[in-house]
């Protein structure tokens, strides 16, 4: 059987006439069914906690000079480094699906005068400003642009 | 049509008997046509008469008859048996303190639902001779996928918030405020973003989608919770340009 | 403290909304490249040379840029890992952890805002 959720979940303000059985959470969570990706998706965020970390330490490199950009190249050769990296990438790949999926739904159906477009225009201009900022990126940091 | 033999898994739970819930199985001969409802009234009323659950409709307008069904929230009389296995497991909603049996304690939610406040709100009544208000139809499309909430429940049931943050507002009370906060006819906005950003804030919400998924109505009260953040972070944006406090 | 976690919430949504959406539109490309491209030596390092990579993030846009890149993806972090926290039961010190987390998000901002400003 499930395990007990929080003692006072859903908690009535009035005294109960009978002692009543405590909550219990549903038995497929956290990684049962549906909730396996949920729990992953919470997860990622100790990857761009150390994504972002990471990041800063780049740039702050960048502000140290060449010995330190150097340095800090040699550094990100190392293994352990390209194994974060390739679990960022599949973590922010993860995240951008399921966002993008949850994303049109989330816009109030107006603000002011203003609606957002359709659904489906929605989703189709996230994918095409991921996949052309993404683009435009690897381009000009691989030194095919500027 | 005979010969189609079902197991149902029940939790049981007697406060004057049980220390704890426990399951108790029912086998008996279904009809491959039936709805989960339909074998748990058959063994009330020809096997177990001291089983309780709660029902009434029967076609899924009332909401009364939500339970967890091989552990996931169902609408019982919408759950048709062929949706399951040989063997059927049946309890409780999850998330909810058991009165008896598969029946839960609902207070809890009612006292949520009261704090937003989901009735029509006006600065000043319209009188009687002014006549009805009027709203076009799209002003009504607006808010009406959100009015088609049954207070059923397994929204609660689902979400991990809920399980884990007793003040939470949660999913169906969100919707039904956020309901009247798209009506044209409603203006207490600025009175249920107190309660959105109060102590049950819908910032609560971790967008695990879960409530619309089981929602039987097609409520997405996921898309209300998500939309109820927008507007929150448009209010507190614009209380720096129209400050609040003593309504005007 | 609770009640200023309670007022600050819109804001520390949006930072973490914008962690995942500009978060994961600017990561993808970033951690391609940097961190993957180049490392394993499918792109020549010298494209990003201390003097290219310099030239780069000087400019206006460069350090926008980087700063988004190390400042969002932070609060997405911080949000979710006490979403994580919470779902697994740690409702009870949920403003000590919630404070701790967006000070950390926080400082990486403040870092991250000196980091752009000294290139």
Redesign the interface.
């Known amino acids: 059987?499930?395990r007990p959720?929080?003692p006072?979940?859903?908690?009535?303000?009035?005294p109960?006439p009978?002692?009543?059985?405590?909550?219990?959470?549903?038995?497929?969570?956290?990684m049962?069914?549906?909730?396996r990706a949920?729990t992953l998706f919470?997860a990622t965020g100790f990857v761009y906690l150390l994504v972002g970390l990471l990041a800063l330490r780049v740039v702050w490199a960048l502000g140290n000079g060449p010995g330190a950009w150097a340095q800090l190249q040699a550094e990100l050769q190392n293994p352990v480094y390209v194994a974060f990296h390739l679990l960022a990438l599949l973590s922010v790949l993860f995240v951008g699906v399921r966002f993008f999926r949850?994303f049109p739904?989330?816009?109030?159906?107006?603000?002011g005068p203003a609606k957002p477009p359709p659904q489906p225009v929605i989703l189709g201009g996230l994918y095409a400003a991921w996949l052309g900022v993404t683009l435009l990126m690897a381009a000009i940091l691989s030194g095919g642009l500027l | 049509m005979s010969g189609n033999k079902k197991t149902f898994v029940i939790?049981r739970?007697d406060?004057d008997r049980d220390e704890?819930?426990r399951?108790q199985s029912y086998e008996i001969e279904v009809d491959p046509r039936w709805k989960v409802l339909d074998a748990l009234n058959h063994i009330k009323d020809e096997v177990d008469p001291t089983l309780s659950h709660r029902w009434s409709c029967r076609m899924a307008v009332c909401g009364s008859c939500g339970m967890?069904v091989d552990?996931?929230?169902s609408l019982t009389c919408k759950d048709s048996l062929a949706n399951h296995g040989d063997t059927v497991e049946v309890?409780p909603l999850?998330?909810?303190?058991?009165?008896?049996d598969l029946v839960v304690?609902l207070?809890?939610?009612l006292?949520k639902l009261k704090q937003v406040k989901p009735w029509i709100i006006r600065a000043k009544e319209r009188a009687v001779e002014e006549g009805t208000h009027r709203q076009s139809p799209a002003e009504h499309q607006?808010f009406k996928q959100f009015s088609m909430c049954i207070n059923c429940m397994l929204c609660?049931?689902?979400c991990?918030?809920?399980?884990?943050?007793?003040d939470f507002l949660g999913p169906a009370a969100i919707a039904l405020g956020h309901r009247y906060n798209?009506d044209s006819r409603d203006e207490g906005d600025a009175e249920r973003q107190e309660i959105f950003?109060?102590?049950g804030?819908v910032?609560?919400c971790?967008?695990?989608?879960?409530c619309s998924?089981v929602c039987p109505k097609n409520v997405?009260p996921?898309?209300a919770v998500?939309?109820a953040?927008?507007?929150?972070?448009?209010d507190?944006?614009t209380s720096f340009v129209v400050p609040r406090g003593g309504e005007g | 403290m609770k009640q200023w976690l309670?007022?600050l919430?819109?804001?520390?949504?949006?930072l973490f909304g914008q962690g995942i959406l500009l978060g994961t539109l600017l990561l993808t490309g970033w951690i391609l490249v940097v961190g993957l491209a180049i490392p394993l030596g499918l792109v020549p390092a010298e494209a990003l040379s201390y003097e290219r990579a310099h030239a780069l993030a000087s400019s206006l846009v460069g350090r926008l840029v980087l700063l988004a890149l190390c400042a969002l993806p932070l609060w997405k972090g911080a949000h979710h890992i006490r979403?994580l926290a919470?779902?697994?039961?740690g409702?009870e010190r949920?403003t000590a952890l919630a404070t701790c987390l967006y000070a950390i998000a926080s400082v990486g901002s403040l870092l991250a805002i000196a980091a752009v400003i000294r290139l």
């Not at chain 1, 006072?8 to 009035?14: E, I, L, Y």
């Not at chain 2, 999850?94 to 008896?100: D, K, L, Q, S, T």
């Not at chain 2, 991990?160 to 007793?166: G, I, L, Q, R, Y």
């Not at chain 2, 971790?206 to 879960?210: D, P």
């Open positions: 059987m499930a959720a929080h006072d979940a859903m908690k009535s303000s009035r109960s009978t002692r009543m059985a405590p909550p219990q959470m549903p038995p497929q969570y956290p049962g069914g549906r909730y949920y919470d949850l739904k989330a816009q109030p159906p107006r603000i | 939790t739970f406060p704890a819930p399951q967890m552990g996931k929230p309890a999850a998330n909810f303190p058991i009165i008896r304690e207070e809890g939610f006292d607006e609660y049931s689902a991990p918030v809920v399980a884990n943050e007793p798209l950003r109060g102590e804030t910032f609560s971790s967008y695990a989608n879960e998924e997405d996921a898309a998500n939309q953040k927008f507007r929150a972070v448009i507190w944006a | 309670l007022r919430e819109p804001i520390i949504w949006l979403s919470v779902d697994f039961g409702g949920d």
